[in-house]
């Protein structure tokens, strides 16, 4: 694993709670692979699989995203696929 995403996805999640208080229209929307966010990367990934999104759906989305800024996405969706399996791990174990 890449990083343990799950816990970091605990403390982005606490700091967007936080900036989203002051300003809300600073956490809207984010293209997590093309800006090579990883905070951006573990939401949306987490609240993919909260709503239901298959490894083969992001895996679809992430091909857009590559399309759209090339090398740079390609090496960030590894990230993204890292993440889904931590985080969609966690949430079967948890089961």
């Known amino acids: ?7 970091y996805l605990e403390q982005v999640s606490a700091c967007v709670k ?4 002051f300003a809300p229209s600073a956490a809207a929307g984010y293209i997590a692979v093309t ?14 699989i909260k709503a239901g999104a298959t490894r083969e759906e992001v895996a679809e989305a992430l091909g857009v995203a590559i399309a ?10 590894a990230r ?10 966690a949430a079967k174990s948890a089961e």
């Open 18 to 21: 936080e900036v989203s208080q």
């Open 1 to 7: 694993m890449m990083l343990d995403w799950n816990a």
């Open 80 to 89: 993204v696929l890292d993440a889904y399996a931590a985080i969609d791990g």
């Open 35 to 48: 800006t090579r966010c990883d905070g951006c990367i573990v939401v949306h990934t987490d609240r993919a």
């Open 68 to 77: 759209l800024n090339a090398g740079a996405a390609l090496t960030y969706s």
